[in-house]
Structures are given as structure tokens and as C-alpha cells.
């Protein structure tokens, strides 16, 4: 049963209870005071027919005095009553009795003759309701003042107006109390769809994002409680698309990382396989083995070179070992990328590069911070490569109470299109190029993990033909006692 047809029905039960005690008070009203106004026209009347009949009573006891019979005998009350009834009140239901015994009677032949004499037994005024066979009769006793005997006048009066006036009141009331049933029913029916339809659309609208629409929406506004669950349950629904498609991209990015793990192992091994497979076939020149062994070796170096940084990456996704941050200052810093520069194996760093510090201290791990500024080194000296005059400048400035890192370089630049991934792993703009200059596209994607673990972020200003600059905020670390120190630092550094 569905929720509206529940309201109407406790509606229509409700209405029901409250139009029977309704009608049953007021026929009960109507019903007593008819009953009552009868009581006292019956009364009235019956007065008068005891004084009628008391009346004839004297006047057969002067005539029977007259004639010398017994006074007041049973003749003479049966006759006083049947010349009353038959002069004075034709039609009258009446019955006299003395001494318990029926004298002389007009009353219907269906009162019962036990229900007459108990009627009358009780010797004083009383009122006695009888109903029986379809008929309805109020009977009253009155003791007749007649000396010497015990006589009681018995009236029998018509109720049947009466219980005929309710019978039809109640015909009236259930007849009009059916038809205020079916107008309600129809109403509150149409009223209990209308307050229940946001429900079935909420109800619609769930099934549908059960069955994986999630961007379905309820829409309701109502301004009660099912306009606030709607506005809820829009807004768990909001949440579960946003988690779900958040799944998705986490998932496709997953997918596109093997992928690319994939293509950027397939490619070397498939030439170091070519390359050694040329070395099996036989003699060949001093030349073409020096050839194949260092193509070898520096695809060995390259892939060596990969793995390690996609641990590194893949440790710190992981939240493996710890971010021991202390105070050092951006000339430690720089100092220690210009070394690693400097050293064996540094070939990116073809394009000369500037460091201008700005005296600026910031609470960093020292040595995830400088693989940092290292790669951002590394990949803007690629960038550069083949680009006349191209350099890169690395910058230190103090802007605000934070410090702002800069690597620029005025190489070849990245297209719009690409810039919002670029920090996607093993994502490189141009393959090709990436790869001649060692490349792995993994630079970019570590450098932002990095600095999403000290609570900054990159951002790239990049255009083709006009260079990249990537930058990076961090809080200035505050304290005399740590400027002092990070100031010792920079000097040993330096030195």
C-alpha cells in the first residue's frame, strides 16, 4: 500500500469516528427532548383524563346512592371509566385497575397483560416506556381519589412519532455521513498525492542513482522536512558523484601510469635487445661493438635512473619515511643544487644557470627540498636545449611573510594544452625531445608531490616561444635563533 493511500484512509477513518459521535450526540439531543416534550404532553393529558375519571367516578356514586348500590363499587368504577372513554375522550388508551385487577380497558391489545399490571402495581405516579411488535407506548399510572378502594387510572400514549423522528434523523445523519465520507475521501486523497509527490520523486530519483545515473538530482523545494531531506539527499548524492568520478580519474590515471611505465621500459629494451642481439650475431667492428656497448649502458643508466625516481615518487604518495623539516637558508639551498649541477653525470645543465638568493629562511627536509630545485633545474636546461641564447634563472624572494621560489627559463615553452598535466607521471609534451635529453617525465610529478608534503603547490607560467617559470611558496620560517643557524649553515655550505 503506498504512503498516500495509508494518509487518506487514517484520514477517512478519522473523519468516520468523528461523524459517528457527532451524529450520535445529536440524534441523542434530539431523540431525549422529543422524548421528554412527549413525557410532558402525555403527562398533561393523563392528568387530565385522571380528573375525568374521578369526576364520572362521583357522579355513578350518586346515582348508584340513589338506586342503593354498593358506593364505589367495581361497577361503578368500570362504568364511570367506559362512560368517560366513550363521552369525553373517544380514542384514549385507558385501563382502570383496583385492588391489582382489571376493572375496564381501552389499551391496545398488544401491550401485554402482565407488563399492564406491573404498570400499575406500583400505586404511585410513575412512567413506564414499552416497546414491542413495531410499536412504541409511554405508560402512566396515577392513583385515582376514590375513598375506600385502591384504584389506579392506567394511560397508554403513543411514542411511535418519536422513535420515528430518530430513526430518521439517523437515516439522514448516515445517509449525509457517507456522502461527507466519499467528498472527503476524494480530497484527502488528491491532498495526500499532492503532499506525498516529492517523496515518489525522491523515491524515482534514488532508484535512478542506484541504477548509476549519478547526476540525477531531486530538485524539490518545499521549505518543510521533506524539502530539507531532499536538499540532504541532493547533496549525499553530489558526494557520491564527486567520489565516484574521483574513483574514475584515480583509476584512469592508475591505468595511463602503467601504460606509460610500460612504454618507457618497452623502448629501451627493445633497442638494448636489438642492439645486443646485433652484438650475438657475430664478429663484428671495434666500432659498432663501442657503439652498440655504450647505447647499451646509457639506456642502462637511464632506466636505472627511472626506477629510482619512481620509488622515490612512489614513497612519498605513500607517506613512507618521514618529512624532517628544519630551518635552512635559500643560499644552502642553491648551493647544494649548484653542485650537483657541477658533477659527474650533470649534462642538462648545458644552459647556463643563475642563482640569485634573496636571504630568505624556510622550514623544509633539506634534502627533499634541493631534489626539488634539482629537477626543476634539470627540466628547464632541457628546455632550453637548441634554443639560441636561452638560460635558466633560479630565484629567491621574500614577498608577504612567505618565500617565494622561481625557476624560469627561456626555452621552448609549453603549449596551453598540456600544462595542466605536466605534473602527470611519465606525461612529457614532446617525447622525442624529453628522451634525447634523458628525460623520464617523472621530474615534474615528483617536484609536486614534494612540495604537496611541506603544504605548497607548483605553478606553471608557460608559453611556447617565451620560456617556463615555476613557482613556489613556502611560510618564512620566523626566530633569531633559527636565522642565526641557517645563516652558520649557508656559510659551511657555501664554503
Not at 367506559?82 to 388508551?93: E, F, S, T
Not at 399490571?117 to 405508560?139: I, M, P, Y
Not at 411514542?159 to 467528498?183: E, K, M, P, Q, S
Request: glycine letters at 12%; hydrophobic letters at 45%.
Amino acid at each position: 500500500m503506498r504512503f498516500y493511500q495509508k494518509i487518506t484512509l487514517a484520514f477517512l477513518a478519522l473523519l468516520a469516528a468523528a461523524l459517528c459521535a457527532v451524529g450520535l450526540a445529536m440524534t441523542a439531543a434530539s431523540f431525549s427532548a422529543g422524548l421528554a416534550s412527549a413525557r410532558a404532553a402525555a403527562l398533561a393529558q393523563h392528568s387530565r383524563d385522571r380528573y375525568g375519571v374521578e369526576q364520572a367516578v362521583y357522579a355513578q356514586y350518586e346515582t348508584g346512592a340513589a338506586y342503593g348500590a354498593q358506593p364505589y363499587g367495581n361497577d361503578q368504577l368500570a362504568a364511570a371509566l367506559q362512560i368517560y372513554a366513550a363521552q369525553a375522550a373517544p380514542g384514549a388508551q385507558l385501563a382502570l385497575f383496583a385492588d391489582g385487577t382489571a376493572l375496564f380497558s381501552t389499551l391496545p391489545t398488544a401491550l401485554p397483560r402482565a407488563v399492564q399490571q406491573q404498570a400499575a402495581a406500583g400505586g404511585a405516579a410513575q412512567a413506564t416506556v414499552w416497546r414491542g411488535g413495531g410499536e412504541s407506548w409511554l405508560l402512566l399510572a396515577q392513583p385515582l381519589a376514590v375513598p375506600g378502594r385502591d384504584a389506579v387510572l392506567l394511560g397508554a400514549y403513543d411514542l411511535g412519532a418519536v422513535y420515528a423522528a430518530r430513526r430518521a434523523l439517523l437515516l439522514g445523519w448516515a445517509a449525509a455521513a457517507a456522502l461527507t465520507l466519499v467528498l472527503g475521501g476524494a480530497a484527502a486523497g488528491r491532498l495526500s498525492r499532492r503532499l506525498t509527490a516529492p517523496l515518489a520523486r525522491l523515491q524515482a530519483a534514488s532508484g535512478r542513482i542506484a541504477a548509476g545515473e549519478y547526476g540525477e538530482r531531486t530538485g524539490i523545494v518545499t521549505g518543510d522536512e521533506i524539502g530539507a531531506l531532499s536538499a540532504s539527499f541532493d547533496a549525499m548524492a553530489e558526494a557520491v558523484q564527486r567520489r565516484i568520478q574521483d574513483l574514475h580519474a584515480a583509476l584512469q590515471r592508475e591505468r595511463d601510469f602503467v601504460a606509460a611505465f610500460t612504454h618507457e621500459l618497452k623502448t629501451p629494451m627493445t633497442s638494448m635487445m636489438g642492439y645486443a642481439g646485433l652484438l650475438r650475431t657475430g664478429p663484428q667492428t671495434p666500432a659498432a661493438v663501442q657503439d652498440a656497448a655504450g647505447y647499451i649502458y646509457r639506456e642502462t643508466r637511464r632506466l636505472e635512473a627511472l626506477c629510482a625516481k619512481l620509488l622515490e615518487l612512489l614513497g612519498l604518495e605513500a607517506g613512507e619515511g618521514s618529512i624532517a623539516k628544519a630551518p635552512v637558508s635559500d643560499r644552502a639551498l642553491f648551493a647544494a643544487v649548484q653542485r650537483a649541477l657541477a658533477g659527474p653525470g650533470a649534462g642538462d645543465a648545458a644552459a647556463p644557470v643563475v642563482f640569485a638568493p634573496g636571504g630568505c629562511t624556510v622550514c623544509v627536509d633539506r634534502i627533499l627540498w634541493e631534489d626539488l630545485l634539482r629537477n626543476l633545474v634539470a627540466n628547464a636546461c632541457r628546455a632550453c636545449r637548441g634554443v639560441p641564447g636561452a638560460g635558466v634563472r633560479v630565484a629567491c624572494r621574500a614577498e608577504e611573510g612567505q618565500a617565494v621560489f622561481t625557476v624560469a627559463d627561456t626555452g621552448c615553452g609549453i603549449p596551453p594544452e598540456d600544462l595542466p598535466r605536466v605534473t602527470e607521471p611519465f606525461y612529457m609534451v614532446d617525447k622525442s625531445r624529453a628522451r634525447a635529453g634523458g628525460g623520464s617525465g617523472l621530474g615534474l610529478a615528483l617536484c609536486s608531490r614534494i612540495a604537496a608534503c611541506h603544504g605548497a603547490a607548483l605553478a606553471l607560467d608557460s608559453a611556447p616561444g617565451r620560456g617556463t617559470t615555476v613557482t613556489v611558496r613556502l611560510p618564512l620560517a620566523g626566530g633569531p635563533q633559527e636565522t642565526a643557524q641557517t645563516a652558520k649553515e649557508g656559510t659551511n655550505d657555501e664554503s
